[in-house]
Nanobody, 126 residues
Framework: QVQLVESGGGSVQAGGSLRLSCAAS????????MAWFRQAPGKEREGVAA???????NYADSVKGRFTISQDNTKKTLYLQMNSLKPEDTAQYYC????????????????????WGQGTQVTVSS
């Protein structure tokens, strides 16, 4: 069982930056995948960025060049640095994990992950 707790959300003006954190605890194996998803009101939950225990990364086209996913293994913490934020980035952001599998290309499909946090809200105003 893995527990994930997100933090760092908030309100920011367009063009601003935020850094989200996801603290993981529980049984995380040497090979794993983790990702950030987001869900705006009335929309499907979508993958934003993913990484794995090998350090590989994968990004949605909508955030490439603006968002960076990273991890601190000693702290068991996943990060999402979000720069040049746009109003369309407004959503509830969720951390997700598959604590046993390091996919060659970290997936952005929600079905690949079996552990989820409660989410943190990001609001970007124009």
């Amino acid at each position: 069982q893995v527990q994930l707790v997100e933090s760092g959300g908030g309100s920011v003006q367009a063009g601003g930056s935020l850094r989200l954190s996801c603290a993981a605890s529980g049984n995380i194996y040497r090979t794993y995948s983790m990702a950030w998803f987001r869900q705006a009101p009335g929309k499907e939950r979508e993958g934003v960025a993913a990484t794995n225990s090998d350090g590989r990364t994968n990004y949605a086209d909508s955030v490439k060049g603006r968002f960076t996913i990273s991890q601190d293994n000693t702290k068991k913490t996943l990060y999402l640095q979000m720069n040049s934020l746009k109003p369309e980035d407004t959503a509830q952001y969720y951390c997700a994990a598959d604590p046993r599998t390091a996919y060659l290309l970290p997936p952005l499909d929600r079905g690949a992950y079996n552990s989820w946090g409660q989410g943190t809200q990001v609001t970007v105003s124009s």
